[in-house]
T-cell receptor, first 112, second 115 residues
Framework: GQNIDQPTEMTATEGAIVQINCTYQTSGFNGLFWYQQHAGEAPTFLSYNVLDGLEEKGRFSSFLSRSKGYSYLLLKELQMKDSASYLCAVILLGDSSYKLIFGSGTRLLVRP | ETGVTQTPRHLVMGMTNKKSLKCEQHLGHNAMYWYKQSAKKPLELMFVYSLEERVENNSVPSRFSPECPNSSHLFLHLHTLQPEDSALYLC??????????????FGPGTRLTVL
């Protein structure tokens, strides 16, 4: 089976830095996505990692270690609007296409 | 309209009803997806369509029947659903389904309640 683990909830303070971890045990690996989902809204793309290392994109960075089956999303200079769920998803090869397998998501609450 | 749209946004139906969910993408993509999002559970892939052909069916019960008449439209026909089918149903699209860089663009979802 496929297993993707993330913490259920995290709390952080406005202006701080927070790291959201994701570990995966999957049959195959073709890349990893992070999505952000505000309550009642569609998930939106944040980052994509396929090689080991850090990808930086403004206030958000994502790290991948394929040998450890581990990724994290780093959010800097937290803002209130960053309160949302953060979804980790691994790309696997299905029967005839690539498909995303999602973790349960981490709900982040940013406090003033 | 831009992006991925879904209608209706909310739907309440009885177990004997038949209803359909509609998804439309305005991005020129070739692949479309249906996902189910239940409370406290991961997003679950249901179906994948590539160039109007179904390429993945993730062991979804036959009471869910997808239809993709063209690359811009995707439907999910519902009949004799169970209360445990109540969830948020999300549609997504991507450029294609054959590449590993598979950034998907999601619609806002249909919140379905089965009574």
């Amino acid at each position: 089976g496929q297993n993707i683990d993330q913490p259920t909830e995290m709390t952080a303070t406005e202006g701080a830095i927070v790291q959201i971890n994701c570990t995966y045990q999957t049959s195959g690996f073709n890349g990893l996505f992070w999505y952000q989902q505000h309550a009642g809204e569609a998930p939106t793309f944040l980052s994509y990692n396929v090689l080991d290392g850090l990808e930086e994109k403004g206030r958000f960075s994502s790290f991948l270690s394929r040998s450890k089956g581990y990724s994290y999303l780093l959010l800097k200079e937290l803002q209130m609007k960053d309160s949302a769920s953060y979804l980790c998803a691994v790309i696997l090869l299905g029967d005839s296409s690539y498909k995303l397998i999602f973790g349960s998501g981490t709900r982040l609450l940013v406090r003033p | 309209e831009t992006g991925v749209t879904q209608t209706p946004r909310h739907l309440v139906m009885g177990m004997t009803n038949k209803k359909s969910l509609k998804c439309e993408q305005h991005l020129g993509h070739n692949a479309m997806y249906w996902y189910k999002q239940s409370a406290k559970k991961p997003l679950e892939l249901m179906f994948v369509y590539s160039l109007e052909e179904r390429v993945e069916n993730n062991s979804v019960p036959s009471r869910f029947s997808p239809e993709c008449p063209n690359s811009s439209h995707l439907f999910l026909h519902l009949h004799t659903l169970q209360p445990e089918d109540s969830a948020l149903y999300l549609c997504a699209s991507s450029q294609d389904a054959s590449g590993t860089y598979n950034e998907q663009f999601f619609g806002p979802g249909t919140r379905l309640t089965v009574l």
